[in-house]
């Protein structure tokens, strides 16, 4: 498959095995991750937590300001099964994704936008970003601090998804936003990020 193509994610799972309040419990900030790969059906999983449409209107898993709907969502999987290295961006409504760069460093590119997030090798970096000129027109100044709140809505839905698979996954709001417009669709700035992968099960506070 070619980082090019439009990927179909497979449908995501609308039940869990854990309570809300055993994840909300469990949830932590894991930086140790393990060489195994992600499936496909994981990844779609997560983007699906962090902006799948759930109504017929549109409306999404997270909140939105003034209803806008303003994040976009790309991944750079680094190891996930049936899915090139390179870069996509999540299509909400068809629950696809769009391959928008081919090129096999790209995880080692975003990685590198995330201040600290070289240092962990996740298996697939999520990176949340928004367009930001529609929100001004209806909240002025407060439009950055408003896309923020509303990566941060979706963000705490993909830890707390991951949570949920038994994944590990930390929050990166360390971010390099102006490298990151070489690689994201003009019109739209970065704010935050997630890194997730199978837990290589040791101790990883942040150093
Ligand atoms: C807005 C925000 C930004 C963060 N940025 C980073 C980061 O750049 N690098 C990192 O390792 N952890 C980052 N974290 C994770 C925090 O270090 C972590 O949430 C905190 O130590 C509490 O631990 P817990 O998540 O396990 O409960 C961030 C958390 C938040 C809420």
């Given at each position: 498959m070619s980082a090019f193509d439009t990927v179909t994610l497979p449908d995501p799972v609308p039940?869990?095995?854990?309570s809300l309040e055993h994840i909300l419990a469990t949830r932590r900030s894991d930086r140790s991750f393990a060489m195994t790969p992600l499936t496909l059906q994981q990844v779609g999983q997560l983007l699906w937590a962090c902006q799948g449409v759930t109504s017929e209107d549109g409306k999404r898993t997270a909140p939105s300001a003034f209803g806008l709907f303003s994040l976009s969502i790309y991944v750079a999987p680094?190891?996930?099964?049936s899915l090139d290295q390179g870069l996509y961006r999540y299509i909400p409504a068809q629950h696809q994704l769009e391959g928008v760069g081919s090129d096999k460093d790209m995880y080692r590119f975003i990685a590198e936008v995330l201040v600290e997030g070289s240092t962990y090798d996740s298996a697939a970096d999520f990176l949340l970003t928004g367009s930001l000129p529609p929100l001004k027109e209806k909240k002025g100044d407060f439009a950055l601090p408003e896309l923020c709140l509303e990566a941060g809505h979706a963000a705490q839905n993909v830890l707390l998804q991951a949570t949920s698979l038994g994944l590990a996954s930390v929050p990166i709001g360390a971010i390099h936003a102006e490298q990151a417009k070489e690689f994201i669709a003009e019109g739209l700035d970065a704010v935050y990020a997630v890194q997730v992968g199978h837990p290589a099960g040791i101790s990883s506070d942040r150093p």
């Open positions: 039940t869990g095995e854990s680094r190891i996930v099964t």
